[in-house]
C-alpha cells in the first residue's frame, strides 16, 4: 500500500510502485477531470501539480510521488486558480475542451511563479500542452487576463 495525499485527503492505493500516477488517480480514486493523451508526456493533457509545481501524470511513478501533495483539477482553489478558471470562462477558451483541464493546471502553475508574464514566458510554461482545436489565442489572452485580475 502506498500513501497518496490528493487534493488534501490522504489515500492508501494498493498499485504496482511503477504504475502512471495518471491510472491511480482516474482509476482508483475517480478524478477523471485528468485525461489521458498521449502517454509519453508530450500533450499535457494529463498534467496534476506536485506540491504546486505542474507534472505530466502519465509519466509520473506512483513511487515518485513520496510525500508530495497532489492536486488535480478537482482540487484547485485560491486566488489564482479563480482568476484562471473566471479568464477562461469570461473568453470562452475551451472548444472541444479535452486538453483543458491540463492547459488550465500548467496556466496556475505559470501564474502562480510569474504573476505577470510575457507572451515569451506564456509561451514557454504553455510548451507542450497541445490543443487539437487550436486555441491557443484564447488561451494566452486568457492567462493575461488571469495576470490582470491578480495585479
Known amino acids: 500500500m ?4 490528493v487534493n488534501g485527503v490522504p489515500h492508501e492505493v494498493d498499485a504496482d510502485p511503477e504504475t502512471p500516477l495518471l491510472w491511480v488517480l482516474r482509476d482508483q480514486l475517480g478524478k477523471t477531470g485528468t485525461k ?7 500533450c499535457g493533457a494529463c498534467t496534476v501539480h506536485l506540491d504546486g509545481q505542474p507534472v ?13 501533495k497532489v492536486t488535480t483539477i478537482e482540487g484547485v482553489s ?5 482568476a484562471v478558471q473566471g479568464a477562461w470562462r469570461k473568453l470562452d477558451v475551451v472548444q472541444c475542451g479535452y486538453c483543458q483541464s491540463g492547459q488550465i493546471m500548467s496556466a496556475i502553475g505559470l ?6 508574464p510575457t ?15 487550436g486555441t491557443y489565442q484564447r488561451i494566452r489572452a486568457a492567462i493575461h487576463e488571469a495576470a490582470r485580475t491578480l495585479a
Open 2 to 5: 502506498l500513501k497518496l495525499t
Open 36 to 42: 489521458y493523451g498521449c502517454g509519453i508526456a508530450q
Open 56 to 68: 505530466r501524470s502519465c509519466q509520473t511513478a506512483i513511487k515518485d510521488v513520496g510525500e508530495a
Open 78 to 82: 485560491g486566488r489564482v486558480a479563480e
Open 111 to 116: 501564474l502562480t511563479d510569474n504573476p505577470k
Open 119 to 133: 507572451d515569451t514566458d506564456i509561451e514557454g510554461a504553455m510548451d507542450g500542452n497541445i490543443c487539437r482545436c
